[in-house]
């Protein structure tokens, strides 16, 4: 049973503040274990509201039964791009057997941010990942 799910703003103190493409973000689930399963797989699906998939992403966990477990998954900084995103998230058993999915679980917005170039448009792709350039002379 899912008893709380957020997306956090962790660059800022005020986690409910506005999230650009340079913050890191937290995907958090607090989930009640009520099955008889104690390895369970967490795993989301990162989606733009158009349905494009961004990426997916997930992991086993020992969650004890009958107690309560927080996960969170860390999105780090300059990764997506200014757009709408929405949160498919899905809870499996050890053995791949479903548990729990919910494809409208989060909806959130990454903002853009003011650059340093004239360039005002929007950056192509889905992502946007703050690459490491180099000129050899």
């Not at 800022?12 to 104690?38: G, H, M, P, Q, W």
């Not at 797989?41 to 309560?68: H, R």
Request: hydrophobic share 35%; charged share 30%.
């Amino acid at each position: 049973k899912i008893i709380y799910a957020a997306i956090e703003n962790s660059s800022d103190k005020d986690k409910n503040a506005i999230i650009d493409v340079t913050s890191s973000i937290d995907f958090r689930v607090k989930l009640y274990n009520f099955t008889k399963e104690e390895k369970i797989y967490v795993g989301f699906d990162l989606l733009t509201t158009k349905g494009d998939i961004v990426f997916g992403s997930g992991k086993k966990f020992n969650c004890k039964k009958n107690s309560i477990s927080e996960i969170v998954c860390h999105i780090p900084p300059n990764l997506l791009n200014d757009n709408q995103y929405q949160i498919f998230l899905y809870i499996l058993t050890d053995n791949m057997s479903e548990l729990y999915n919910n494809k409208d679980l989060l909806m959130f917005e990454v903002k853009d941010v003011k650059r340093e170039l004239g360039y005002l448009g929007k950056i192509n792709g889905l992502i946007r990942p703050k690459l490491d350039w180099a000129i050899n002379e």
